[in-house]
């Protein structure tokens, strides 16, 4: 399918159940989720804070719907604007400053997968990133998503992390 097969707009603090609900089923695809209870508690752990940082411009959200049926939200990606400290460009010279783009919650329901859906809000979701001046995208990808990450260019990087 083309791009204009589908539409992709902001979510608004309207979408928050529909940004949870697709990060629960993110967290269940990767096994991440032992049961229901499980599944729930992070359902009712992330709707007020995701509400919160939508509110707050923090977090920034991107849903897709088949062309002409905006009401059926089949995929969703974020991105949070973590706040850093100043550091070092990458090359070395320079200061990079302000929030470092952290991508997250990207998921497209079952039945739309393998059509340019998550190719289509990582492009936007990229394209923000970069016209308002993000130096470093980062994600945690999932074995599914990865390739599409790595096409974008995407690379492992140097981070570690204590259990």
């Known amino acids: 399918m083309s791009d204009s097969a589908f539409t992709v707009r902001a979510a608004t603090t309207a979408d928050t ?7 629960v089923e993110m967290f269940r695809d990767m096994g991440r989720l032992k049961d229901e209870a499980a599944a729930e ?26 062309a002409g049926r905006s009401a059926e939200i089949i995929g969703g990606a974020g991105l949070l604007l973590r706040p850093m400290l100043p550091r070092p460009g990458l090359d070395g010279t320079g200061v990079v400053r302000g929030p470092e783009a952290y991508v997250m919650n ?19 979701v ?3 990133a970069r016209d308002t001046g993000r130096k ?14 790595v096409r974008m260019g995407f690379v492992p990087t140097n981070e570690m992390r204590l259990r």
């Open 17 to 23: 159940q529909a940004v949870v609900r697709h990060r």
């Open 106 to 124: 990207v998921y497209v329901e079952r039945m739309w997968r393998r059509q340019g859906v998550a190719a289509l809000l990582m492009e936007r």
């Open 126 to 128: 990229v394209a923000y």
């Open 136 to 149: 470093v995208i980062s994600l945690h990808a999932s074995d599914e998503g990865r390739p599409l990450y």
């Open 41 to 66: 508690a992070v359902r009712a752990a992330s709707e007020g804070v995701i509400r919160e940082w939508l509110e707050a411009g923090s977090y920034l959200g991107w849903l897709a719907s088949p």
